[in-house]
């Protein structure tokens, strides 16, 4: 009984185990596969209300997925001493090929009416992405910060946050390699 209860504890410990013991420190994928690092990040009055999720899926494969952000919970640490961003730092680890940022939704609270009626209003977004970026094997590429702008119009910004992001893999993922990555921006980014 007591070894079955040690086992059992060994396999929850196991199961949450973080992105930085997964890694251990290099960014460097199998060598037949590829990472692509992804921000998530949002422009709100009201983040603690607001998610958000990208849809993606292989041109070369069947492969498919989503990315999410809950911007209550989440936060990006750039370097030391500056303010960390609302979002989330995505990590796909994929195997080689073409692919496709199909969408991406977005919820969250408006109450810029200022009206009792409208406080705590739950809004959504859709958003045509249509970007596609490539993963070639052994290598890691960032591309570029996805921010959703939910006030008033929301919309989209494609950013190169590099700098902020990049400070984030060295503090909480404890990457030694982060110059090693390839930049490969998304169309449009500022």
């Known amino acids: 009984m007591k070894r079955l209860l040690i086992a059992c504890a060994v396999a929850l410990l196991a199961g949450c185990t973080t992105l930085a013991d997964q890694l251990q420190g290099s960014l460097q994928p199998a060598p037949d596969s590829g990472h692509a690092i992804l921000a998530m990040t949002v422009r709100t009055y009201a983040p603690e209300n607001a998610t958000a999720m990208v849809y993606w899926h292989g041109l070369d494969n069947g492969l498919k997925g989503v990315l999410r952000a809950n911007f209550g919970l989440d936060s990006i640490f750039g370097p030391a001493g500056s303010d960390p961003a609302i979002g989330r730092l995505q990590l796909l680890a994929l ?3 073409r692919y496709m940022l199909d969408k991406a939704t ?6 810029a009416a200022g009206d009792n009626l409208a406080i705590n209003t739950q809004r959504s977004a859709s958003f ?4 596609s970026f490539t993963v070639a094997a052994g290598h890691s590429v960032y591309l570029g910060d996805i921010r959703f702008n939910l ?7 494609y950013l190169d946050s590099r700098q902020r992001d990049y400070a984030h893999m060295q503090r909480v993922w404890h990457i030694n390699d982060s110059d090693s990555v390839q930049l490969q921006l998304l169309p449009g980014t500022q």
């Open 106 to 111: 977005a919820r969250w609270a408006d109450d």
């Open 128 to 131: 045509a992405l249509g970007q």
């Open 95 to 97: 195997p080689p090929g």
């Open 151 to 157: 006030d008033y119009r929301p919309d989209l910004s």
